[in-house]
């Protein structure tokens, strides 16, 4: 009896045991509850539900654990099974490309070299102004055709379309260009009655771009120590660094630049669609050599166009607001210029190439026609990298010039882009992935590729810029100006493109895409616009102001030097007479 009462007591604490053991001691208690069964059958008690319970508690923790290697093994297999899909594969080399990306524009904003480091602001500032013009003017135009545009054109007979679209199309140009005109003139200032007093100085604080206050006007008062230009300032028991500068005239500068790169570049694409629409009529789209006819029209509408607007030009220098209305609408002008007729040309050496003229866009819909004219582009992109360098180095210096000068340039640059987009679709390897422009990931991987070149090509040009500078040669000097302007319209688009693309898949997931995308690059414009005005367009412009200084201070030295040196001859001179 005592030996049952035991076995009463061992059987339910056991029972607990194998409920919260963990996986590893579940053995012993198996082989401590065979030994109570074999009690139980000493005392012969088989009929007793203890000894049933300890039975099925050996039996179940046999079976649990057969069941958990088991099921252990299955998960095992699964995850040896695992595979990644097609957009895990894609998420993750986007990824691992925008880190890399972001790392090595960080290294470039803060390289210890300024040439170098001027010219990544500079590219960054171009880039951001195409990219959310071209976005722009694309939904707008899209809005305009749909509603205005087409409507119209199919009131006329289908003859009568082919040469009504190109009409509609300059039309369309011309109200970009007075808009733009008109934002130009606003934000300089030029409609009110009295002209802003742009003489006055403030003291701002310069200690470095990492104070919040970076920029901001301190009051005189608080001025510890300065000069004409330069001076200490206390600012909440900090001393920090200041300098006198014409802040009212910096801020309408920045302001009217903003302004004028955006709407020139929206102005481009609109004349570029423009020359697109004429080249694709007839009879231009019938043979090559007539598409270069069409770019002959385009250039002299723009110069009959730029002529007029020079007239009114000539009487608005008197006050500094018109001298920085007509300085920024130039600019605005030959960008327009420039970007537009470099585009067309391209576009008629590929219809040239390949016998069949792309869309306005630039795109094959035929991936045969890509395959084989990527070499034949860049060697146009190399002769009009050398057409440009002969021009800067003979031709006499005139605003004509610079349109030549700019247009080589840019189509180097166009060129250069159409040439990789072909090697990209013909890359057996992303073939087999499925990557191609046409696809975001192929998009996004176009556009790090160009944009990283980009970044390793500023640094040869650095070296040449070091070079000339030694030798004092100005027009190759500007000639390097114009290349930078190149390259940053070239990342420019590739990254338009992309947005543009990303932009199109997500408005495809409503049946009002068109509404959507109308959302959506408002949003993108909202944030990135002010940012891009406020922050990196302002250091664009105080980095080109230290460059200037430098400048002057170099050729002052240098002016102090040969004085100097003649001084020294003249005394010479004296001394042997």
Not at 148 to 161: A, D, R, W
Not at 374 to 382: E, I, K, Q, T, W
Not at 480 to 500: C, M, P, Q, R
Request: hydrophobic share 50%; with cysteine; net charge negative.
């Amino acid at each position: 009896m005592a030996t049952f009462l035991r076995l009463a007591f061992l059987a339910p604490g056991l029972a607990f045991a194998f409920a919260s053991a963990p996986a590893e001691v579940v053995p012993a208690l198996r082989a401590e509850a065979a030994a109570l069964i074999r009690r139980f059958q000493e005392a012969k008690a088989l009929e007793d539900p203890l000894y049933r319970q300890l039975q099925e508690l050996a039996n179940g923790s046999a079976e649990g654990e057969h069941a958990g290697i088991t099921e252990e093994k299955e998960i095992d297999a699964e995850e040896e099974e695992e595979e990644f899909t097609p957009v895990d594969v894609g998420c993750s080399w986007t990824l691992m490309g925008s880190l890399f990306f972001t790392m090595v524009m960080f290294y470039f904003v803060n390289y210890p070299d300024f040439d170098i480091k001027r010219y990544t602001w500079s590219i960054i500032t171009t880039t951001i102004s195409v990219f959310t013009a071209v976005l722009t003017f694309q939904a707008v135009d899209a809005v305009v055709l749909r509603f205005i545009v087409t409507p119209i054109l199919h009131k006329f007979p289908v003859e009568v379309q082919d040469y009504a679209k190109p009409a509609v199309g300059f039309l369309i140009f011309l109200i970009w260009y007075a808009v733009a005109l008109f934002a130009i003139a606003m934000a300089a200032s030029l409609f009110k009655t009295s002209d802003p007093s742009w003489k006055g100085h403030d003291w701002v604080i310069l200690d470095d771009a990492l104070r919040g206050d970076h920029g901001e006007a301190v009051e005189r008062q608080q001025l510890l120590q300065g000069c004409r230009s330069k001076g200490i300032a206390e600012v909440e028991g900090v001393e920090v660094f200041v300098s006198s500068r014409p802040t009212v005239k910096e801020k309408f500068e920045r302001r009217t630049k903003c302004w004028a790169m955006l709407y020139a570049h929206m102005s481009a694409f609109a004349m570029i669609s423009a020359g697109g629409d004429l080249q694709n009529a007839k009879p231009f789209v019938t043979n090559p050599a007539f598409s270069w006819l069409a770019i002959g029209l385009c250039v002299l509408f723009l110069l009959l166009v730029f002529s007029i607007t020079a007239i009114k030009y000539t009487q608005l220098e008197e006050t500094e607001a018109g001298r920085l209305f007509v300085e920024e609408s130039r600019d605005a002008e030959d960008d327009v210029f420039c970007v537009a007729i470099s585009f067309l040309v391209v576009q008629s050496a590929r219809f040239t190439i390949t016998g069949v003229l792309p869309s306005k866009l630039g795109l094959y819909h035929e991936l045969a026609l890509e395959s084989h004219q990527s070499l034949a582009l860049y060697g146009v992109g190399v002769l009009l990298a050398v057409l440009m360098t002969i021009c800067a180095l003979t031709l006499p210096r005139s605003r004509g010039k610079d349109l030549v000068v700019g247009c080589c340039s840019m189509g180097f640059a166009w060129a250069f882009l159409f040439a990789t987009r072909c090697l990209f679709d013909s890359w057996p390897l992303l073939q087999k992935h499925n990557i191609s422009p046409v696809t975001i990931e192929g998009r996004v991987l176009l556009a790090m590729t160009l944009s990283l070149f980009t970044c390793g090509f500023i640094i040869v040009l650095d070296k040449v810029e070091d070079a000339l500078r030694e030798d004092g040669e100005d027009k190759l000097y500007k000639l390097v100006k114009n290349i930078i302007t190149a390259l940053s319209i070239l990342v420019g688009f590739t990254w338009e493109h992309t947005f543009d693309g990303c932009v199109e898949a997500i408005s495809s997931l409503w049946e009002d895409a068109l509404g959507v995308k109308l959302i959506l690059t408002f949003l993108i414009t909202l944030v990135v616009i002010p940012a891009w005005r406020k922050y990196i367009l302002a250091k664009v412009v105080e980095i080109e102001k230290l460059d200037r200084e430098r400048k002057e201070a170099a050729r002052h030295e240098s002016s102090r030097f040969s004085q100097e040196t003649s001084s020294e001859e003249e005394a010479t001179a004296r001394l042997l007479c």
